[in-house]
């Protein structure tokens, strides 16, 4: 069965890193984008980055995290991993990975991924 399972989560003071990865399973990752996701309390979820499976490797990202994370995929493994850099409180929430069949151009083409996971707790203090 289908499964994206998150770790990495954890707690940090501002200025601090994490890292994020995801693993996927039960589908075809290499035939898929994939994205993080991010829903602070009392607000919607939003696309943070996402990372598509063309030859180029197509990224892009919320505006509030350019230079400042990054995204990357290793398609052998079928994970893919989120580091933040320089983190603030505005970046608390708990995130999560979901995967798109096919090509994604920009966060409307994630309105309804197929797949999600559970979710991992970033908290910035």
């Known amino acids: 069965h289908v499964q994206l399972v998150e770790s990495g989560g954890g707690s940090v003071q501002a200025g601090g890193s994490l890292r994020l990865s995801c693993k996927a399973s039960g589908f075809r990752y290499n035939s898929y984008a994939m994205a993080w996701f991010r829903q602070a309390p009392g607000k919607e979820r939003e696309g943070v980055a996402c990372i598509n499976v063309d030859s180029q490797t197509t990224t892009f990202y919320a505006d509030s995290v350019k230079g400042r994370f990054t995204i990357s995929r290793d398609n052998v493994k079928n994970t893919v991993t989120l580091q933040m850099n320089y983190l603030s409180p505005e970046d608390t929430g708990t995130y999560y990975c979901?995967?798109?069949?096919?090509?994604?151009?920009?966060?409307?083409?994630?309105?309804?991924?197929?797949?999600w996971g559970q979710g991992t707790q970033v908290t910035v203090s």
């Open positions: 979901a995967a798109r069949l096919g090509f994604t151009a920009n966060w409307g083409d994630w309105r309804e991924p197929d797949y």
